[in-house]
């Protein structure tokens, strides 16, 4: 079981997750720090490890949604949290796939700051409130990508196929 | 069944007869193109190639675009210090379609890549920046990707595991009345849409008002096509196209079209009459809050950015100059003025534009991404108002969190600046 450490509206862009004046910083070991800048006590807390390994964070419709930036995945994997949104954005879902960052699209998900998740092979289960929400399944053609654990072993991989 | 132009792009690309939605394919990519982002890129493209024995290959430099738009000049040493990387890069590798910061070739990626003629109708396009949408103005299947997913196509030169979007068709009918155009038909599609209203899927524009529009005023609606959340805009290659490419890019050889079957199967078709469109505003902080100027007029801004790969170009500063020419930029109000490109800015300069927009109060910067995504430059102070012809409105965008920008086209921003608050062109 893992504990919601923030329960987040609809829309949340990558520009929220990760501002733009941090993009000139890549490095996955660098960008932990900007997570969530803006919400500066949601970011003092990250920085402060307030969470334990694999809490989540809940987010409505369109998860991730604007810019490519894939900041904005490193730095909340660096942060090993998980995301459980209403839908993700295409890009950032890919995105997080490709980086081994933990999303579930749970359409119906009703969650606030404090509850208790179970994530289990096809639910999230909220153990606060008692209810059960059915996950949408990732894509099957990235399973691929899941399974080497990310898409630079997958790349690596089929690189060394053809080779 | 037909197929929709992307999907006859898709099965082109990935050398099936033919594809239809939800199938996996592995296309070829015609072009890859990355910003200063290029910086992460790389890295993982080299991570790629640890402990595999091989040395580090992009699958063919011919077909890498690499443009500094983001923050030109470096604003800290950091940047200045990622922008050398890649320069180093660039000549280890080959990578003949760089335009580094320059006041002759460079630019915002998603003009230059038409300008240079480096997209073709037909193309699979992908790009490390979430606008790539742009140049499905040119009829190519054009989408954002991130930088490890780059760094695969540089390695295998294939998009791995696409499947195959949906399309929406978009049937566009109708005159603009004077004062509105192409900015204000994609703000009211994506109020219309919503901001995940095509989230997965694909845009396909047809209709007269697209075929009689310019490459500018498709480049600008297929830019913004991703804040409905798309994969892509597009734009079947047409006459239109053809010109552009031959006059605008200098393209000579022979440029092949692809357009969709008649019995090509649409998810959902939206109709919409521009005759009767009013200018139209994006209200902070989401793209899709949108509303037609009257109802925000009056909101006073202290900052009016023209610009960005949206509403940048030629058509755009003209339109912009004709309303400023012989005014000035109310007391109070602070405008710049981007220009797409080097080349645009030098046309401007030919033109007087440039002269205009001075002489107005405006200031003129070098081409790039400006204020647009708060990295740069032109950044708000505490509870300062933008209007803006840039593409993203959300909370903290132009590098201030208690910041509000409004985004709206090219002469409610010329209007506006004149008046010191949202101003409808129509009646300023």
Redesign the interface.
Do not use: F, K, W
């Given at each position: 079981m893992s504990k919601v450490i923030i329960a987040l509206g609809n829309?949340i862009?990558t520009?929220?997750i990760y501002?733009?004046?941090f993009?000139?910083?890549?490095?996955p070991s660098e960008t932990p720090q900007f997570a969530f800048f803006?919400r500066t006590e949601f970011n003092a807390q990250l920085k402060a490890k307030a969470f334990a390994p694999g809490s989540i964070i809940v987010g409505g419709?369109?998860f991730g949604?604007?810019?490519?930036?894939?900041q904005a995945?490193s730095t909340l994997k660096g942060h090993d949290v998980a995301v459980v949104a209403r839908?993700i954005?295409?890009?950032f879902l890919?995105?997080s796939i490709?980086?081994g960052l933990q999303v579930v699209i749970c359409p119906g998900i009703e969650a606030t700051e404090g509850d208790e998740l179970e994530i289990t092979a096809d639910q999230v289960l909220n153990r606060t409130t008692g209810k059960a929400f059915d996950q949408v399944k990732l894509?099957?053609?990235?399973k691929?990508?899941m399974d080497a654990g990310?898409?630079?072993p997958?790349?690596?991989a089929?690189?060394?196929a053809?080779? | 069944m037909g197929m929709t132009v992307v999907e006859k792009i898709l099965a082109r690309a990935a050398g099936l007869p033919s594809v239809k939605v939800g199938d996996v394919v592995e296309p070829k990519v015609d072009l890859a193109m990355s910003h200063e982002n290029a910086a992460l890129v790389i890295n993982q493209f080299l991570e790629v190639f640890q402990g595999t024995g091989l040395a580090p290959k992009i699958w063919d430099p011919s077909r890498i675009a690499i443009i500094f738009d983001h923050r030109v000049p470096a604003e800290s040493p950091k940047t200045a210090t990622n922008q050398k990387k890649i320069r180093g890069f660039v000549a280890e590798h080959g990578i003949t379609k760089f335009h580094d910061v320059r006041g002759d070739v460079g630019g915002i990626c998603h003009q230059i890549l038409p300008e240079y003629g480096y997209v073709r109708p037909g193309y699979v396009v992908v790009g490390t920046d979430s606008h790539t949408t742009s140049h499905g103005a040119l009829g190519a299947f054009s989408f954002g990707i991130g930088a490890t997913e780059m760094a695969s196509v540089w390695s295998l030169g294939i998009a791995v595991n696409i499947e195959v979007p949906a399309t929406i068709k978009v049937v566009v009918k109708g005159e603009f009345p004077p004062m509105v155009g192409p900015k204000d038909l994609i703000l009211h599609l994506i109020g219309k849409l919503t901001a995940q209203g095509a989230n997965y899927k694909v845009l396909e524009f047809h209709g007269e008002t697209i075929r009689k529009m310019s490459t500018s005023g498709r480049l600008a609606i297929c830019n913004m096509s991703v804040e409905a959340g798309a994969t892509s805009g597009i734009v079947p290659g047409d006459a239109e196209t053809l010109r552009y490419l031959r006059e605008e890019a200098g393209v000579t050889e022979a440029i092949p079209c692809v357009a969709p079957d008649a019995d090509a199967d649409y998810c959902q078709t939206v109709e919409i009459d521009v005759s009767t469109l009013a200018p139209q505003i994006a209200c902070p902080h989401m793209v899709d809050h949108v509303k037609p100027v009257d109802q925000v007029a009056g909101t006073k801004v202290q900052q009016i950015v023209i610009g960005s790969c949206t509403n940048g170009r030629l058509d755009d500063l003209e339109a912009a100059a004709a309303i400023l020419r012989g005014k000035k930029v109310a007391e109070g109000t602070r405008m710049l003025v981007f220009p797409a490109s080097s080349k645009i800015f030098a046309k401007a300069l030919d033109k007087g534009i440039v002269h205009d927009l001075m002489k107005a109060g405006a200031v003129v910067m070098n081409s790039g991404c400006g204020p647009c995504l708060g990295v740069h430059e032109g950044a708000l102070g505490d509870h300062e108002v933008a209007l803006s012809t840039t593409n993203r409105n959300f909370k903290g965008r132009m590098g201030n969190p208690t910041g509000e920008v409004y985004l709206c086209s090219p002469a409610v921003a010329a209007a506006s600046a004149i008046t010191g608050v949202i101003t409808d062109p129509r009646k300023g």
């Open positions: 829309d862009s520009d929220d501002p733009g004046r993009m000139a910083t890549v490095l803006d419709e369109n949604c604007g810019s490519s930036r894939e995945c839908s954005a295409r890009i890919q995105n490709n980086l894509p099957a053609a990235r691929g990508i990310g898409l630079i997958y790349t690596r089929r690189l060394m053809r080779a | -």
